[in-house]
């Protein structure tokens, strides 16, 4: 096992995998794509499989990767409640005439062995049939027994038994799970919920593998107001919109004209999430410092 302390530094990584030639690669997509940027086809050349989780794999990720250094990203899913692993995509078995799925791009795999995975209604916790959205229940061996001396917080994470992820998901017919937002990841607007990972898929299919995000801002007419930021300085606010406003994206999901705002970064945590709790501090900075103030 090779370690390195910093996942961003792109060129030490790559000199250590051909240096010791490792075979296994634990990531995330958006340090895969930095390594697509800075590293070269011969220092990835021992890589036989990259596991990657703790965001969405966007298909222009995977594809860069695949296309520079010819390896699928695998993508997972888990929790720090699950220790953390839940599911994983897996190569596909093939052994002449017998052929078994382990990869579907777009889901996060099958559940891994022991542990168990089911969707229920998000109100009723009714169990919801496949291909149907809902929220995604876990459980097993690795879960946790609960949160320390909060007694409290550890009841509200459960139900019956099984762990309440807050991911909304679904598993279709082959038992691939795809997970498709997260509870906390909706707007009410107008009285309707809008997802912000939908949005975040329709700014992607512009950009490409640039990165993006969605978050929302108070509002005093509708609640919240939706805020978009991406990195790609040569694409303005102006024409991101435009291309948008051409897509079969429903109007209301469409944030305003005023509210696309291109950065140098999206703040992340230390392992490769994205910060949302930072991201939505600099959506009111943004919005904050664009708001024009009405003359005294």
């Known amino acids: 096992m090779v370690y390195h302390p910093n996942p ?20 995330t997509p958006t340090f895969c794509s930095t390594y697509t940027r ?34 699928d990203l695998l993508e997972g899913y888990g929790c720090t409640e699950m220790s953390p692993v839940v599911a994983v995509n897996a190569p596909d078995f093939d052994d002449g005439n017998q052929r078994q799925i382990g ?25 919801l049939a ?25 009841a509200e994470a459960f139900h019956d038994g099984w762990y309440i992820t807050g991911d909304i998901a679904l598993i279709d017919d082959e038992g691939f799970i795809r997970i498709t937002d997260r509870l906390s990841r909706f707007s009410k607007i107008g009285g309707e919920m809008v997802p912000h990972i939908r949005i975040e898929e ?27 930021m991406y990195v790609r300085p040569d694409l303005s606010p102006a024409d991101l919109w435009q291309r948008l406003s ?8 469409l944030p305003k004209r ?26 009111q900075k943004l919005t904050t410092a664009a708001a024009v103030l009405p003359p005294a």
């Not at 070269?40 to 969405?56: H, N, T």
């Not at 149907?132 to 097993?140: C, D, F, M, N, P």
């Not at 051409?246 to 999901?253: I, K, N, S, V």
């Open 8 to 27: 961003t530094d792109a060129r030490p990584i790559g000199e250590l995998i051909r240096k010791y030639k490792a075979t296994l690669l634990l990531s």
């Open 38 to 71: 800075k590293c070269s086809p011969e220092e990835f050349a021992s890589l036989r499989y990259v596991l990657v989780g703790a965001e969405k794999l966007r298909e222009p990720v995977a594809t860069a990767f695949h296309e520079k250094f010819g390896v």
């Open 103 to 127: 990869n579907k791009p777009g889901t996060v795999g099958h559940p891994v062995p022991g542990v168990a995975a089911k969707i229920v209604d998000p109100v009723t916790f009714e169990p």
């Open 130 to 154: 496949s291909n149907q959205e809902g929220l995604l229940l876990v459980k097993g061996s690795n879960r946790m027994l609960g949160y320390l001396n909060q007694p409290e917080r550890t």
């Open 202 to 228: 329709a700014i992607a299919a512009v950009l490409g593998d640039a990165p993006c995000v969605v978050t929302a801002v108070a509002d005093d007419q509708r609640g919240e107001r939706l805020v978009a």
């Open 246 to 253: 051409e897509t079969d994206l429903p109007r209301l999901w």
């Open 258 to 283: 005023e509210n696309f705002y291109p950065v140098d970064a999206l703040p992340q945590l230390g392992t490769g999430k994205l910060d949302l709790r930072g991201v939505k501090t600099l959506a």
